[in-house]
C-alpha cells in the first residue's frame, strides 16, 4: 500500500541560496503530509548536505558546462527509482532537465515550474520560445515568485500568462523577529563599533547582485559620514573583485567581508539598514528577511521589490546602477533614525501581513494537492 505522495524537487544545487533556502523550507514544513527527494544538477551545497544527513535521498548529477542531453536518461532513472508522483522544478534549466526527465517513462508523475528569478538582461530567444511549447504541454502547474517574474515569462518564454500563478515567497517571522540580544557583542564580532552606521546585506557576490555599485555607493556615504560600515555576508565568484575594487576606493578598512554565515538574524539585529543593489530581482529571500527583523531597507527598483518595498514606508528605492541614488537614500536613513525606525516597523508588518513563510507553505501545500488530483493550471 502506497504512503504519503512522493515530491522530488529538482534544482541547480542546495547551496545557501533564495531558490534552494525556499525548497529546504518546503520540505521540513510539508513532510508530515508528503515524502520528499531532492535531485541537483550541478552539486550538492550545504543545504543539501544537511537534507540529506537528514535522511532524505538526495542524488547529484554533476552536470558538464552547456547543453547536457545525457543528464535526461540519468535523471529519469532517478525519478523512476524514487517513484516520484510530482515533480518540483525550480528555475529554467531544472525545468527544462526535469521535465523531460519525467516524461521518459510509461506512467509520467506531475510537473510543477516554479520560476525564482530572471537574469539581466533578459530578452526574448525565438529558438527557446518554440521548444517551450512543447515543455508546456507536459508541464501541469507554473508559479512565479512575483508579478514581474510572471511577465517575463510570458514576454521572454512564450508561456501563457494565464497559467502563471503568482506565489510569493515567504520567511520565518519568528526566526528574524526583533530580539534584545546583545547588539554590542554582535558587532564587536564583526569589528564593528557601537556607535557605527552599519549598512549590511547577504548576498552571494555573483554579476546580478552589483556589489560594485554597492561599493560606489558606500564610498559616496564613507565621504559624508565617516563612521559608516559596510558589512557584507556570503561568498561567490567575484568576491576577490569586490575586495580589490574596494582597496581602490579607498573604503577597505571601512568594509567587513564576512564570508557565508548561518547566523543572518543576528547579523541583521546588529546592522542599521540593509541593502540590496541587484540588477534584478524576483522575490528576494534577504529583503524579506530584512523586513522581518525590522531593518529599514534600501533596494534598487528592480524585478519583484517595488512589489515587496513600500517606498517612503518600508524602505527606499533607487535605480539599477545608481550609486549615486543608493548613496542619497543611504544616507537619507542615516540622518533620520525615527523615520528608519517607522519604516523598520512598518516593514515587518507588511512581511506579517502577506509574505510569511505559513503562507507560502500553504499555498504550495494547496497547489501540490489540487496537482496530484489530476487538475491543471
Not at 525556499?22 to 550541478?42: G, S
Amino acid at each position: 500500500m502506497r504512503g504519503k505522495p512522493r515530491v522530488a524537487h529538482v534544482l541547480h544545487s542546495m547551496t545557501v541560496a533564495g531558490a534552494e533556502t525556499l525548497a529546504a523550507l518546503m520540505i521540513r514544513r510539508m513532510h508530515d503530509e508528503f515524502d520528499f527527494a531532492v535531485l541537483l544538477l550541478d552539486e550538492i551545497g550545504p543545504l543539501g548536505e544537511e537534507i540529506r544527513a537528514s535522511g532524505i535521498p538526495v542524488e547529484v548529477l554533476e552536470r558538464r558546462p552547456g547543453a547536457n542531453l545525457d543528464l535526461v536518461p540519468r535523471a529519469a532513472r532517478v525519478l523512476r527509482g524514487w517513484r516520484a508522483d510530482l515533480v518540483h522544478t525550480h528555475q529554467y534549466t531544472p525545468w527544462f532537465y526535469g521535465a523531460l526527465a519525467a516524461i521518459w517513462g510509461l506512467k509520467r508523475p506531475r510537473i510543477l515550474f516554479t520560476e525564482h528569478g530572471r537574469h539581466y538582461p533578459d530578452f526574448p530567444r525565438p529558438k527557446r520560445i518554440v521548444f517551450n511549447q512543447g515543455l508546456l504541454s507536459f508541464t501541469d502547474g507554473m508559479a512565479a515568485v512575483s508579478g514581474f517574474v510572471r511577465e517575463c515569462l510570458a514576454k521572454n518564454e512564450g508561456l501563457p500568462r494565464r497559467r502563471i500563478r503568482v506565489l510569493y515567497n515567504g520567511v520565518d517571522e519568528a526566526r528574524f523577529a526583533p530580539a534584545n540580544g546583545d547588539r554590542a557583542a554582535l558587532r564587536k564580532s564583526q569589528n564593528l563599533a557601537e556607535d557605527d552606521f552599519v549598512v549590511g546585506i547577504p548576498a552571494r557576490f555573483a554579476p546580478v547582485k552589483d556589489h560594485a555599485t554597492l561599493l560606489r555607493a558606500f564610498a559616496r556615504v564613507r565621504g559624508e559620514l565617516p563612521r559608516a560600515k559596510l558589512a557584507m555576508a556570503g561568498d561567490g565568484p567575484l568576491r576577490g573583485e569586490a575586495e580589490k575594487l574596494a582597496g581602490e576606493l579607498g573604503i577597505l578598512p571601512a568594509c567587513r567581508f564576512l564570508g557565508v554565515r548561518r547566523d543572518i538574524p543576528e547579523l541583521l539585529r546588529s546592522w542599521d539598514v540593509f541593502v540590496l543593489s541587484s540588477l534584478s530581482e524576483g522575490t528576494s529571500v534577504t529583503l524579506l528577511e530584512a523586513m522581518a527583523a525590522e531593518l529599514p531597507v534600501v533596494a534598487t527598483r528592480v524585478g519583484g521589490n517595488p512589489e515587496i518595498v513600500e517606498e517612503n514606508a518600508t524602505g527606499l528605492l533607487a535605480e539599477r546602477g545608481d550609486d549615486a541614488g543608493l548613496a542619497r537614500a543611504l544616507l537619507g536613513i542615516a540622518a533620520d533614525p525615527a523615520r528608519a525606525r517607522t519604516f523598520g516597523k512598518a516593514g515587518r508588518a507588511r512581511v506579517l501581513r502577506a509574505f510569511t513563510a505559513d503562507r507560502m507553505v500553504e499555498s504550495y501545500r494547496t497547489l501540490y494537492r489540487s496537482l496530484l488530483a489530476g487538475e491543471r493550471t
